[in-house]
């Protein structure tokens, strides 16, 4: 259009002169360019490579520039993202998203920021479902099909998962990673996620065209990102950022490469991978991998990533620069020229048109004024160019960010953007040349007039060319803080004023949410229990917060500029490499490290420290923030630990049993030698099994020590397996599991010993077959055994048993002994089983007379015992004996004794019973008429006292040999005195008897014998006259005559003859031989009457007068004259025919001798001296098997068995010789039928008179039978020997005098001694009893049978004894009537155990020692709460001793002030899972009455399945924290009524002055009154609301929950906005409710108030606001419905926060302080519900919250 | 109202309240207030006047309300008398504990002057309101 009009633009009429000069300049430009092109060509023909290629660079340079930067930035502005989401925890996500998303949007690269959450495999699931229903979800997933386009998501057949989902600015549209059509995106992702580190995914077509997605990982604030696994699991999503490709390969948005041809060259961007693979991330279009010429790759480190940039040079890189030859330049020089030609020729050809046209016209009009027509050209011109000038900036502006307004000199709108339009929510029709004060808030819109005039009139500028913040409002009357900056520019019509307006409410908002993060922090920093310590350079600390102080026991002044070493002690050895170093050269994020400090008093203090960067905004580190923690305690605790496993370890190495140590449910973890020796296998036989791999095939106890274990109470079980070991054998192993726990009571592990028992089970198997045989020898003795229960019930009866009471012994099973009682007999105490069961003795003997079956008698003698274990069930056990022979035996004595007593009393004896000590206890009747007395007066005296007075007694004292024992009878007589006095003889037998009692007595047999003493008197009398004659009285005695005829006799040998004296005299005795005797008694006379004979002797048989034959034996003696001459001599005859038949007697003896030789049951034999059987007895016969010929000859050393020939030789020999009179001997012989016999004998010699030997007696007895059984007795004997010398454990004998009778082998062994050297010396030797030692039974009680089982612990002090400490396990033996024979002794070496026990102790100790010195007050407690010890810091804070504590709970030593309530017992806490880590701050109270604040910490113990084992309360003192904060209340409460005290004054006064109730005002006053009164409300609303924020944020505010009703608390509600309601206009309706909820009413009052009053504000005058209560049965709902304007949807989320209001404006229009929904949202979340809105704009708004009701 | 003026002894040490709350009471209602700047002046009036209602500054110097209180429960002669609290503190947690003690209401400061004496109305006995 403007060349048409400039066409016939009369003004380019011009003269024909300037025509002929421009046909000069023509010619000279054309000669000019074709002479300077030529030179250029000539010139450049020699370097055109060279230039080629520095072109190439120059592009080259700038591409990789821009790239490497454009690159940088927008990594690292997204990377920032994630460090502004770390340090940022006090903003919630979505304030934090939408700063984000504001502040980074500015980022000239970034097209966008989100936030692509993780999707939950639910949400996922959900969105799928959605998206294949075709439902809409609030947005669209859309993704990549195989073409690469990009499909809404519901189109498709199948679905791809989809990982993180992105949500358009549309909110309806958006897409998700698809992760199934990208599988290399899936490998970015996660590479992402796991390296924390941002990535590019290569490009891809989006809606937005070409994009690349970056990628930058968040993690869960707070969670650690140490290790890969740690972030994956704090993993929250991506912040993605999107970029153009183009943009970061620097095409686009660079004004210096947007100058530039990009033609000829093209960029990639790919990043390495580790496997040497690259996968390309960026690619311009024009990149092809042809072999350029030019090339180009450089590494770009960017967010920890390299990249590789690759520039080359493309095909039209050639086309343009390669072939820039000379010619190329010549054509180019050619064709300037010639366009430069061409643009004259044009120009002098138009001049020439025009020039003709204004010949025209000036022919045709006649008249004009030239200098008019210029000037309205040229203004044309101007407004054609100033339209087209505005056309171009008006496109400028609209395509800005920032709104641009502008307005003329009068303030009247001209411009207005589109930024503008959206920012203030205008149509440019609607302000356009509107006073630009409608876009501000007062005092600006009345103001803005008067600052423009006064800037035109004065030039003082206040705003111009400089950037201020000011107030701007909306058109939806909402206020926003903007940035503003104006520049004048002067225009014709005078000056336009440009403003250039940036919203700045978000970067408002962030700025307020940073001060206050800030102000949080210092909080933390102040306060925090870790010390802290910041320092940005090597200028050592900057910052230090109190508690490091406290730590470290210096000022602040002595730390800051020091650094951590400088505190650190000596001993500790600093690695090479600090953990300054390390952070600040971006090896590592953090470093954690321990280390020694030294407190200033000296004290060693182990710290942790954890040293993280602080960065600057450009992810610089700048600084080091250290956190401190003591941890000495722990640091402690450890060494000792440390300590204690190296102790346990060399235990387990040098332990003599097998020791295996696993956690519970693994394989053995540890086993030491000795196990590894039990179980014949190597260390990898045994890794990765379980002991009870190796059990033996078989039956095996249950392995169920794990589950026995955890299900407890039991620390330890014991259990025998059998195993089989490497070689093949099994053995038998004693399996000792116990649990290990750690310090928290929660089981470690289970600590296996195993022991080889092999070898006692073996003897325990015999024991076995011993037992059989104790059975066997039951069922076969030969007396009755009956076994029976406590309560008397037979259990076992011998078969002796029954037979004894003729009825089967399976009969008397179940029944008691009493059945078989004899009827009707009274039975003798002392059966009763009391004292056996009791333990009071353990044998009862007595008798009882039973009924055998048959009805008759049986005596039987019981001895009962009880048998059974100490703890198990007791037995009795009744051994019967018959005794029934003996019973009747004693009762024949009985009858015999009364029989005698019947004889005494009746006897014409005399008799007396007496002691030995005297006195007359019984006197027969007989004695008494002997004596002329009665019976009883004789009682009580002796026998002396009848004595004859003044008679001597002949024998006094025989008595006493009776006393003595040496005479068993005496006999003496005794002259006796009767009553009447006549004497008495007696002759008295004395006769020591036994009584049945068994006292000896002495009976006296007297006999009167004054008879026979008279008649002896007569003839002592005779004799004394006829002593010559007859001095041989008692024989007879006769004088002979030489003629040997008697001359006289006397009457004892006429008695002898059987004739008178007269008879015989005179005659010869010879006469009255028997005939055979006659001849020798001849010879002998006639010699002795010749003196050939002094006298001689005979024995001959005589006759007398009635032919009776007897036998005399005589001598007879010649009595001679002086001269020698024969006279008479005298015969003295006796007669012996008594004697003589004596002699007979004896030789029938003889014969009956003999056949008892014969009969004798043993066998006897005579031999000669040359050992040669004479003679042999039957049984000798039958004994040898040989006949009495055979044996007859021969000698019994020729029957011996083979194996004792030889032996004993010669002893008979010893006999023969008189050497010895007998000996014995005991061998096996051989029978005569070849079997073995064992013999003993006895050899007697018989000799003469002289000793001359004669012959030998054998008495030989049969004792095969007795060997057999000794030699069982030995074997068994051998077997005993065997087990006690071969037993594992030490075994002794000890004798009643503590000797040792004999010890085994593993005792010598155990105390490095023989056991010979043992025997007989004192047991105690090598390991005496502890006199402080645990008590052993003395040694006397064992002896009298008092004790006969005891165990006693004893150590040993032999050298080079194997073991240190022994237990010793002790039994008595004892005979059949309880006599203690020895004691058996079992040592077994118990060092291991002691040793563990010290071990333990030693543990015990040091834990104990830990637990007394924890500065923190520690009581364990048991399930019940109840406190089982306390340390001394516990008893020391509450005042008490350890005993006053122990049985209590902590909560009784809680203060009555105690805020929770003084004194209340906690429940237990023991079942609650929970209660672990439980922390609870109380007010204890101490006896003395000073009161502390402390924190209590409660810790449980538990097993593995949970179970409850023992509680832990660890007790803080916080009392001074309690101060500051009681400080802080008395502040808050200071501040409290210092601000309202004032405010009360003045709300009182202008509230009474403004009701008019003080008197009329005028109108100014009474307005002004008025606008005071609103505004001293708001203050105190404003107070109030603070101070509850405050005291919420402190948790000072706790809820006192009353049941509360409904109705009433919306009532109450009503009626305090009712006022403010009526002001406005507005009604208020709520529903009536019944019904209640536990609450705390005030807060909820309060609550709604708010949420009514807000509803009342925000409604137009006239509106209702609903108040609903819905009371659901488990929770309550309230809503308050209003009719206002509603909330932007946008602002929903934030309505609730702290000072936040939809419109900045709102606080002056509707009083608000803001903080009333926040404080709402406390009190409702405090209450354990929720608030929520839901709103629609224009329509109005609806405020709810739900409570959950309690109990 | 009642043909007689309710007699309020208000104990508080703050002059301008008391002269605020004296001035809001008459104005808006027939009370008679007599004042007093400390509680033991505060408990020798109450003796004398034998008020309707005691009306008692939580916060004072020396004697402070809970202890004029106290001491007021110690005089036969108005044990019986309502008493109420007037204070400035925010905090509702002694509220409960007030409730024992036999206090009939707390006032908080500042007050609503024109709700004020309808307010202390309900405290008073139906004899005299």
């Known amino acids: 259009m403007r060349e048409s009009v400039g066409g016939s633009d009369p003004d380019l009429i011009g003269g024909s002169p300037v025509s002929r000069a421009r046909y000069l300049l023509l010619t000279l430009v054309v000669a000019v360019g074709v002479g300077v092109t030529l030179l250029a060509a000539l010139s450049s023909m020699s370097n055109a490579q060279r230039r080629a290629q520095d072109a190439f660079d120059e592009e080259v340079g700038l591409h990789a520039l821009v790239a490497e930067d454009r690159i940088h930035g927008v990594l690292e502005a997204v990377e920032e993202v994630g460090d502004l989401f770390d340090s940022s925890s006090f903003v919630s996500d979505d304030e934090f998203l939408t700063f984000v998303s504001r502040a980074l949007g500015r980022h000239p690269e970034l097209q966008s920021v989100s936030w692509a959450p993780l999707v939950s495999e639910a949400e996922r699931t959900a969105f799928e479902a959605q998206a294949r229903t075709g439902g809409a979800i609030g947005y669209e997933i859309v993704e990549y099909a195989a073409d690469g386009t990009l499909v809404p998501t519901n189109r498709r057949d199948a679905y791809f998962p989809v990982l993180y989902a992105v949500v358009g600015d549309d909110g309806a549209s958006g897409y998700g990673i698809d992760i199934a059509t990208w599988p290399w995106t899936e490998g970015i992702m996660e590479g992402a996620r796991d390296t924390g580190r941002a990535k590019v995914t290569p490009s891809f077509q989006s809606s937005t065209g070409r994009q690349v997605a970056i990628l930058q990982p968040l993690y869960g604030r707070g969670l650690s990102t140490d290790t890969v696994a740690d972030r994956r699991a704090s993993f929250i999503g991506f912040v993605v950022g999107e970029v153009q490709p183009s943009v970061l390969l620097g095409h686009e948005g660079s004004e210096l490469l947007a100058q530039r041809t990009k033609d000829g060259v093209a960029a990639m961007v790919t990043e390495s991978l580790a496997s040497g693979d690259r996968l390309t991330l960026l690619k311009e279009p024009g990149f092809d991998d042809a072999s350029p010429e030019f090339i180009v790759s450089f590494d770009v480190h960017a967010a920890n990533q390299t990249w590789v940039l690759t520039v080359e040079s493309t095909t039209s890189f050639y086309a343009t620069r390669d072939r820039i030859q000379p010619w190329l330049l010549l054509m180019l020089g050619l064709s300037i020229t010639g366009l430069v030609s061409g643009y004259l020729i044009i120009l002098q050809r138009r001049s020439t048109t025009a020039e003709a046209m204004v010949a025209t016209r000036a022919r045709q009009l006649a008249v004009a004024n030239s200098a008019l027509s210029r000037e309205i050209n040229e203004r044309t011109a101007a407004e054609v160019q100033a339209v087209a000038e505005r056309g171009q900036l008006q496109s400028i502006l609209d395509t800005t960010v920032d709104a641009i307004i502008t307005i003329d000199g009068g303030g009247l709108i001209q411009s207005f953007n589109g930024a503008a339009q959206s920012t203030f929510g205008y149509a440019p029709e609607e302000v356009i040349n509107k006073n630009v004060s409608m876009l501000m808030p007062e005092p600006d819109h009345s103001g803005h007039d008067q600052y423009l005039r006064n800037y035109q009139t004065t030039g003082e500028a206040k705003i111009i060319g400089i950037g201020r913040e000011v107030t701007g409002l909306r058109k939806d009357g909402s206020t926003f803080p903007l940035e503003l900056s104006v520049s004048e520019a002067p225009v014709r019509e005078g000056t336009l004023y440009t403003g250039i307006v940036r919203d700045i409410s978000v970067r408002k908002a962030a700025e307020a949410a940073l001060a206050d993060s800030e102000a949080r922090f210092r909080l933390l920093f102040e306060s925090s229990p870790a010390g802290i310590t910041l320092a940005s350079g090597p200028n050592g600390i900057e910052q230090v917060n109190p508690t490091m102080l406290r730590m470290l026991g210096r000022s602040e002044e002595e730390v800051i500029g020091k650094i951590l070493a400088d505190f650190t002690d000596e001993s500790y050895e600093r690695p090479r490499t600090g953990s300054r170093a390390l952070i600040m050269s971006g090896e590592t994020e953090t470093t954690v490290s321990e280390r020694l400090l030294r407190r200033a008093n000296g004290d060693a203090l182990w710290v942790q420290i954890t040293a993280a960067a602080f960065r600057d905004e450009h992810g610089a580190a700048v600084g080091i923030i250290r956190t401190v923690e003591d941890i000495t305690v722990r640091r402690a605790a450890e060494e000792r630990l440390a300590e204690s496993e190296t102790r346990l370890r060399a235990m387990l190495e040098s332990a003599p049993i097998g020791m295996a140590w696993s956690t519970p449910g693994e394989p053995m973890q540890t086993v030491n030698p000795k196990l590894r020796e039990i179980l014949g296998r190597t260390d990898e036989e045994i890794a990765g099994h379980r002991l009870s791999d190796f059990a033996a095939p078989g039956p095996q106890p249950r392995d169920g020590t794990t589950q026995i274990l955890a299900e407890g109470p039991s620390e330890t079980v014991t259990e025998e397996r059998r195993l089989l070991r490497g070689d093949g054998t099994a053995i038998w192993v004693a399996v000792t599991a116990s649990v290990v726990r750690q310090p928290g009571g929660t089981l470690n592990g289970v600590l296996r010993m195993v022991e080889d028992i092999t070898e006692r089970r073996k003897a325990e198997e015999e024991l076995r077959a011993s037992e059989e045989r104790f059975r066997v020898l039951i069922e076969s003795a030969p007396v009755g055994i009956v076994v029976s229960t406590e309560t008397e019930s037979a259990i076992l009866a011998n078969p002796a048993m029954g037979h004894m009471l003729g009825i089967k012994e399976s009969e008397i099973l179940g029944k008691r002994l009493t059945e078989y009682w004899y009827p009707g007999y009274a039975q003798e105490a002392g059966g009763s089983r009391a004292p056996l069961l009791s333990g009071e003795t353990d044998r009862l003997q007595y008798q009882r007379l039973l009924q055998r079956a048959d009805g008759a008698p049986l005596w039987v003698n019981v001895a009962a015992s009880a048998i059974g274990t100490p703890n198990g069930p007791r037995l009795v056990m009744r051994v019967l004996e018959d005794i029934t022979e003996r019973k009747l035996a004693e009762e024949a004595l009985r009858e015999s004794e009364e029989r005698f007593r019947v004889l005494f009393d009746s006897s014409s004896v005399g008799m007396t019973v007496s002691p030995l000590e005297g006195g007359t206890t019984q006197v027969n009747p007989a004695l008494a008429r002997m004596l002329g007395v009665e019976t009883s007066s004789i009682i009580g005296k002796a026998l002396s006292d009848y004595w004859y007075p003044g008679h001597e007694q002949r024998d006094t004292g025989r008595n006493q040999l009776l006393i003595a024992g040496e005479a068993e009878q005496v006999r003496y007589e005794r002259l006796l005195q009767r009553a009447d006095g006549a004497p008495v003889w007696v002759n008295v037998t004395a006769t020591v008897i036994d009584d049945p009692n068994g006292t000896r007595l002495i009976l006296r047999a007297v006999e009167d014998i004054t008879e026979r003493k008279h008649a002896e008197d007569a003839l002592r009398d005779s004799e004394e006259r006829f002593r010559d004659l007859f001095e041989v009285a008692p024989v007879g005695i006769g004088l002979k005559d030489a003629e040997n005829r008697l001359i006289a006799v006397n009457d004892e040998l006429a008695t002898i003859f059987g004739r008178s004296t007269e008879e015989l005299i005179g005659n010869r005795l010879k006469d009255y031989l028997s005939p055979t005797a006659v001849l020798e008694n001849k010879v002998g006379f006639a010699r002795l009457v010749s003196g050939e004979l002094e006298n001689r002797e005979f024995e001959h048989q005589w006759v007398r007068p009635d032919g009776e034959v007897f036998w005399g034996s005589g001598s007879e003696r010649p009595i001679r004259a002086v001269d020698g001459e024969f006279r008479y001599s005298i015969i003295a005859i006796e007669e012996v025919t008594e004697r003589k038949k004596v002699e007979q007697e004896l030789r029938r003896n003889e014969e009956q001798l003999r056949v008892l030789f014969d009969v004798a049951p043993i066998g006897l034999t005579f031999k000669d001296k040359n050992n040669k059987i004479i003679s042999s007895n039957p049984a000798a016969q039958q004994i040898f098997g040989r006949s009495q010929e055979e044996l007859s000859g021969t000698s019994l050393k020729e029957y011996l068995a083979p194996e004792y020939e030889s032996q004993r030789a010669g002893s008979t020999a010893k006999v023969v010789s008189g050497e010895v009179d007998t000996i014995s001997f005991e061998r096996p012989y051989s029978k005569g039928d070849g079997t073995t016999i064992w013999a003993r004998g006895v050899e007697s010699a018989v000799r003469d008179s002289d000793g001359n030997y004669l012959f030998s007696i054998q008495a030989i007895e049969d004792i095969t039978e007795r060997r057999l059984a000794e030699q069982e007795i030995r074997e068994s004997e051998e077997r005993f020997l065997f087990l006690f010398d071969s037993a594992p454990i030490g075994i002794a004998m000890v004798a009643p005098d503590r000797t040792v009778m004999t010890a085994n082998q593993a005792l010598a062994k155990m105390l490095n001694t023989t056991v010979e050297e043992m025997r007989g010396g004192w047991f105690g030797k090598s390991f005496p009893p502890d006199p402080l030692g645990a008590a052993e039974p003395s040694w006397s009680k064992v002896l009298s049978g008092e004790v006969d089982y005891w165990q006693s612990e004893r150590q040993v002090i032999a050298p080079g004894a194997s073991a240190g400490w022994v237990q010793i396990t002790s039994s008595a033996v004892k005979d059949g009537s309880g006599r203690f024979l020895y004691a058996i002794r079992m040592i077994e070496d118990i060092t291991a155990i002691k040793q563990a026990e010290v071990e333990i102790r030693a543990s015990e100790y040091r834990f104990r020692s830990l637990f007394d010195s924890s500065p923190v007050g520690i009581a364990l407690v048991d399930h019940a709460s109840l406190i089982t010890s306390s340390n001394a810091a516990l008893q020391e804070m509450l005042g008490a001793e350890a005993e006053e504590i122990v049985g209590r709970q902590l909560g009784d030593f809680r203060s009555p002030d105690d805020p929770r309530g003084g004194g209340a017992r906690s429940a237990t806490l023991a079942d609650d899972p929970d209660a672990a880590g439980y922390v609870v701050e109380r007010l204890f109270r101490r006896r003395d009455g000073s009161e502390m604040w402390a924190q209590v910490v409660t810790a449980h113990a538990r097993d593995d399945d949970g179970a409850f084992l023992f509680g832990v309360r660890m007790v803080v003192d916080i009392s001074e924290r309690k101060q500051v904060e009681r400080l802080k209340d008395e502040f808050l409460s200071m501040v409290s009524h210092e601000l309202r005290t004032p405010l009360t004054a003045i709300q009182a006064g202008v509230g009474l002055a403004a009701s008019g109730a003080l008197g009329e005002m005028p109108d100014k006053a009474l307005r002004m009154l008025n606008i005071a009164n609103d505004n001293t409300h708001r203050l105190t609303r404003l107070v109030n609301d603070v101070l509850d924020v405050e005291r919420m944020t402190a948790g000072r505010i706790v809820l006192e929950r009353v049941t509360s009703l409904l109705s009433s608390m919306v009532e109450q509600a009503v009626q305090a906005v009712g006022a403010i309601a009526a002001q406005s206009g507005v009604h208020v309706e709520s529903s009536p409710t019944s019904g209640s909820i536990v609450v705390d009413s005030d807060r909820i009052i309060q609550t709604l108030t708010n949420l009514i009053a807000n509803a009342v504000k925000f409604s137009p005058p006239g509106a209702t606001v609903n108040v609903i209560v819905t009371d659901k049965p488990t929770s309550v709902r309230f809503d308050v419905q209003d009719q206002g304007r509603g909330v932007p949807k946008e602002q929903v989320a934030r309505i609730f926060d702290r000072f936040y209001q939809v419109d900045a404006s709102d606080s002056r229009v509707y009083n608000g302080t803001g903080l009333g929904l926040a404080i709402s949202k406390w009190i409702v979340t405090e209450h354990g519900g929720s608030i929520w809105v839901e709103s629609e704009q224009g329509v109005g708004s609806t405020f709810s919250f739900e409570l959950p009701k309690h109990e | ?129």
């Open chain 2, 1 to 129: 109202m009642s043909e007689r003026a309710i007699r309020l002894l208000l104990i508080d040490d703050e002059a301008s309240i008391r002269e605020v709350t004296k001035a809001t009471l008459e104005a808006t209602g027939n009370w008679d207030v007599t004042l007093a700047d400390t509680g033991e002046l505060g408990v020798t009036l109450a003796t004398e006047i034998n008020p309707d209602l005691i009306l008692i500054d939580l916060m004072m110097p020396d004697m402070d309300g809970i202890a004029t209180y106290a001491a007021l429960r110690q005089q036969e002669s108005i044990s019986k008398t309502p008493v109420a609290f007037f204070t400035a503190k925010a905090n509702m947690e002694e509220r409960q504990q007030f409730d024992d003690m036999g206090i009939c209401a707390v006032i908080s400061k500042p007050f609503e002057p024109l709700s004020l004496s309808a307010d202390l109305m309900k405290l008073v006995g139906p004899d005299n309101g």
